[in-house]
């Protein structure tokens, strides 16, 4: 199992050379990954609930800077040398799916073989709103991105134009130079179907009182869905990343994700603390052990 360390790009006191500095120290730590987070515009005001709090409030300054991942994770890549670098999850139905997937091959090549793209539909009706998506259309939008993204990663698009029936071939290189990884986020039944039909990895966000039993009941309808749509009784497994909060409220089920196959568990590093991401990783380790 491997852990990743999740960096704060966003809050009243985040600059660039915080972060930069934060995925310098989780390298040196030892953490197998870093991760960032997404939104590109707060409302002032909202009425959405935030679907992974209890009481569905939002915990933050809608105010508060929140720095872009895309830009992060090329500076990540310059100053790094083994970690994986993620995004946990980005709203790229809020993207045009062209340009965000050359940004991403070219982040590729800074990093080989490093880049995971974790994937969101978005739950801020008013940042959606902004960008002309209905709630309602989200996913489906998210998925004709990643369609159009895929496509992109080869090297070539095809496509009709809007004055015109004919097709027209473009090159959009670089390729990556090894494909990206991409993950889902949510806890659905239209996630799990779409996971299932596109053989895409999942991140799921449980909360700590519940991981286990969320992880394993996922994985199960998963594989279950996959059975069916392949009409196979030996689908491939499910690629899981577990995104968690403390280490303290996970250590003690990290045997059990384990054993239910959860590849890398994302955990907050106590950047904060001296010498607090080895601690993190000590307490991790020793639970596994």
Same mark, same amino acid.
């Given at each position: ?9 966003f809050?009243?006191e #985040?600059?660039m050379e915080?972060?930069?500095e934060? =995925?310098?120290i ?6 197998? *990954? +870093?991760?960032?987070s997404d939104?590109i515009?707060?409302p002032?005001?909202s009425?959405s609930r ?10 933050w300054?809608?105010d508060?800077p ?5 830009t992060?994770l090329?500076?990540?890549a310059?100053v790094t040398?083994r970690?994986?670098?993620g995004?946990?999850v980005m709203?790229v139905?809020?993207?045009e799916?062209?340009n965000?997937?050359k ?12 880049l995971?793209?974790g ?8 940042e959606l ?8 259309d989200?996913?489906v939008r998210t998925?004709?991105?990643l369609r159009?993204m895929?496509? #992109?990663w080869?090297g070539?698009i095809?496509?009709? =134009?809007a ?5 027209t071939?473009? *090159? +959009?290189?670089?390729v990556p130079?090894?494909p990206?990884?991409v ?6 039944p239209a996630v799990?179907?779409?996971i ?14 519940h991981?286990?039993?969320v992880?394993?009941?996922?994985v199960?309808?998963?594989?279950q869905?996959?059975?069916a749509?392949l ?5 491939e497994?499910v690629r899981?990343?577990v ?11 990290l ?19 001296f010498?607090g991401?080895e ?5 991790a380790?020793?639970?596994l052990?």
């Open positions: 199992m491997r852990f990743g360390a999740k960096v704060e790009n809050g009243s #985040v600059t915080r972060v930069l934060r =995925g310098r989780a390298e040196e730590a030892g953490f197998d *990954s +870093v991760w960032l939104h515009a707060m002032l005001t009425d935030y679907p992974y709090a209890n009481d569905g409030k939002i915990s300054q809608l508060e929140w720095l872009d991942p895309v992060l090329s500076a990540l310059a040398t970690l994986r670098l995004v946990a709203l139905n809020l993207r799916p062209i965000l997937a940004q991403l091959a070219c982040v590729e090549q800074l990093a080989p073989g490093r995971t793209l994937v969101g539909d978005g739950w801020l009706k008013e709103a902004l960008f002309q998506v209905s709630f309602s989200r996913r998925d004709e991105h159009l895929e496509e #992109v080869s070539s095809s496509t009709t =134009g004055h015109s029936t004919s097709s071939s473009y *090159s +959009v290189k670089p130079g090894q990206i990884d993950f889902i986020g949510g806890q659905s799990f179907a779409r299932a039909k596109s053989g895409y990895g999942w991140l799921p966000l449980p909360g700590a009182d991981t286990l039993d992880v394993r009941r996922g199960e309808t998963i594989e869905m996959k059975r749509t009409a196979t009784s030996t689908p497994k899981v990343i995104n968690a909060g403390s280490i303290e409220s996970i250590a003690h089920i045997p059990e994700l384990e054993a239910l196959g959860v590849e890398e568990v994302l955990v907050e590093a106590s950047f904060d603390e010498d991401p601690k993190v990783l000590a307490i380790r020793t639970a052990a």
